[in-house]
C-alpha cells in the first residue's frame, strides 16, 4: 500500500477526478444557464489536453470525437458522464456501472439511509 502523502497515482488520481465530476455532474442544474452550459462544456473539453495520464487524456479525447459532451441538464449530463466511465471501465476489463443508480451513488445515498 502506497502511503496516502505520496502523488497520486493513475488509480487515486482515477477516483479522485470520477468523484469530482459526478458529482458536479449529480449537482448540475436542471435547468442550465448558458453560462453552465459553457463552462461544464470548458471543463470537460479541457480534459483530454490537461488530465494528467498522458494515455487516459488520449483515449477520452477519442471517445469524446465520437460521443461528444451532453450539457443540455443535468440527467443528460450524469447519463452521458456514466457511459464514458463505463467506457473506461470495459476497456480496463471491470464491471460496467448501472447508469439508473447515478443518482443513489453520487447526490442520493441508497434508500436505507446509511449514508445519512
Ligand atoms: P473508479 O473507476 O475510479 O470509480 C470510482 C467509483 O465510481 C466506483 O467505486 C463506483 O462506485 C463508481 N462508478 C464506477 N463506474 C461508474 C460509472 N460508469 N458511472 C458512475 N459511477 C461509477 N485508468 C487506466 O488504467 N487507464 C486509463 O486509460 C484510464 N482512463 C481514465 C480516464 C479518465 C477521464 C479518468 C477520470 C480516469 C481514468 N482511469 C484510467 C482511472 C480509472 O478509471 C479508475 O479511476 C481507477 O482504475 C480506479 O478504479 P476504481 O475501481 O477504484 O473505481
Do not use: Q
Request: aromatic share 8%.
Amino acid at each position: 500500500i502506497r502511503p496516502a502523502h505520496c502523488p497520486p497515482d493513475v488509480e487515486i488520481l482515477g477516483r479522485a477526478t470520477w468523484t469530482f465530476l459526478h458529482t458536479t455532474a449529480a449537482y448540475y442544474p436542471e435547468n442550465p444557464t448558458p453560462a453552465h452550459r459553457t463552462s461544464m462544456l470548458s471543463l470537460l473539453k479541457s480534459l483530454p489536453l490537461l488530465y494528467p495520464c498522458v494515455h487516459c487524456a488520449a483515449h477520452l479525447g477519442e471517445n469524446m470525437k465520437e460521443n461528444p459532451p451532453k450539457v443540455g441538464n443535468r440527467f443528460e449530463l450524469s447519463k452521458w458522464l456514466c457511459e464514458r466511465h463505463n467506457d473506461v471501465n470495459v476497456r480496463l476489463g471491470k464491471e460496467k456501472f448501472d447508469c439508473a443508480k447515478v443518482d443513489e451513488r453520487w447526490r442520493d445515498g441508497p434508500p436505507d439511509g446509511s449514508c445519512d
